[in-house]
């Protein structure tokens, strides 16, 4: 794999990992239960396209403005590792995070914080930061193209998937996903103070 490629891979695996459909699909159903079919899938198309958006964007712009303030790789690192390690480490000891958006749920709201929390920014900035060029940002852009088209697929399917196999799977898998984001964020925190304290 080149430089680019590499970076883009992992991206997307850890955004997979923390935003993928395993933690969607839950959260999806609970908050439009109470909706129609087609204002249902409506709302999953619109939040997923939103969601890509705002992968877009922060690859684009948000890095751009870091370097603009000044702010290190190292200190991104270790605010990003920081912010993944508490997410990750709540629900583990029965601190359950609220994520849903307003009643009835918008495509806004539903985007952010649900489908793209603020540490999944973290670490879009973070790998921006270290593929700045024009490919690289627009390879990141596609990453969140790719896994927001699998979460709308995943919610548009979420009723006949639950029905499937039950909320239980699902529930193991996010208790194994939380303890990879806890292990996750606790190495980008220790990369990021290594970082920020080695000698220029």
């Known amino acids: 794999m080149n430089s680019v490629d590499e970076p883009l891979s992992v991206l997307f695996g850890l955004l997979f990992t923390l935003v993928g459909p395993i933690k969607v ?3 999806f159903h609970a908050m439009t239960s109470e909706m129609g079919v087609q204002e ?3 709302l999953a198309i619109k939040a997923a396209a939103y969601g890509a958006l705002g992968i877009g964007l922060a690859a684009l712009i948000g890095s751009a403005q870091i370097d603009k303030v000044g702010i ?3 200190t991104i690192g270790t605010a990003a590792g920081l912010v993944l390690a ?3 480490l709540m629900p583990l000891i029965g601190i359950e995070t609220k994520t ?3 009643t009835p749920p ?3 709201s539903l985007a952010f914080p649900v489908l ?3 540490h999944a920014f973290g670490l879009i900035l973070l790998i921006s930061l270290y593929i700045p060029s024009t490919e690289g940002r627009l390879g990141i852009a596609i990453v969140g193209a790719i896994l927001m088209a699998i979460n709308a697929v995943a919610m548009l399917l979420a009723v006949p998937i639950l029905k499937r196999v039950g909320i239980t799977p699902l529930r193991i898998f996010g208790a194994v996903f939380g303890i990879l984001q806890l292990a996750l964020g606790i190495q980008i925190l220790f990369w990021g103070i290594s970082v920020g304290m080695a000698p220029k």
């Open 72 to 74: 290190s790789p190292g």
């Open 40 to 42: 249902r899938n409506w």
């Open 100 to 102: 849903e958006p307003a």
């Open 86 to 88: 508490i997410v990750g």
């Open 25 to 27: 699909i839950p959260a």
């Open 116 to 118: 793209l929390p603020p």
């Open 106 to 108: 918008d495509a806004l």
